[in-house]
């Protein structure tokens, strides 16, 4: 059983801020590596940002660099993704995920566990 959840979508303007939580009541996140991936309508799932187990290095899609954060609360077992400065093509249904590897991934195949999504709309 699954039992990752995301939370924080919702509706913001362009410029604006949300962050995002993913949590999971039965699993200790730090131990997989744990990514972001996002679906917009008509279009492939793509990798936003991804932390690494344990010590937890990160990485991000270039379209989001510099915008968006990936950070671990390991207290609280929560996942975030801090997003800044969002624009209208920042618009789609954001998933948390988790690998078996430890390492910072960034396909969608490399990734087992989903939770199901939370939407993001940012309007212009």
């Known amino acids: 059983q699954v039992d990752l959840i995301e939370s924080g979508g919702g509706l913001v303007q362009a410029g604006g801020s949300l962050r995002l939580s993913c949590t999971d009541s039965g699993r200790t996140l730090k131990m997989n590596a744990m990514a972001w991936f996002r679906q917009a309508p008509g279009r492939e799932r793509e990798f936003v940002a991804v932390?690494?187990?344990?010590?937890?290095?990160?990485d991000y899609a270039e379209s989001v660099k510099g915008r968006f954060g990936i950070s671990r609360d390991d207290a609280t077992n929560t996942l975030y993704l801090q997003m800044t400065n969002l624009k209208p093509e920042d618009t789609a249904v954001y998933y948390c995920?988790?690998?078996?590897?430890?390492?910072?991934?960034?396909?969608?195949?490399?990734?087992?566990?989903w939770g199901p999504g939370t939407q993001v709309t940012v309007s212009s």
């Open positions: 995920a988790r690998s078996k590897s430890i390492l910072a991934l960034t396909t969608p195949g490399e990734f087992d566990d």
């Open positions: 932390k690494s187990a344990l010590e937890g290095s990160s």
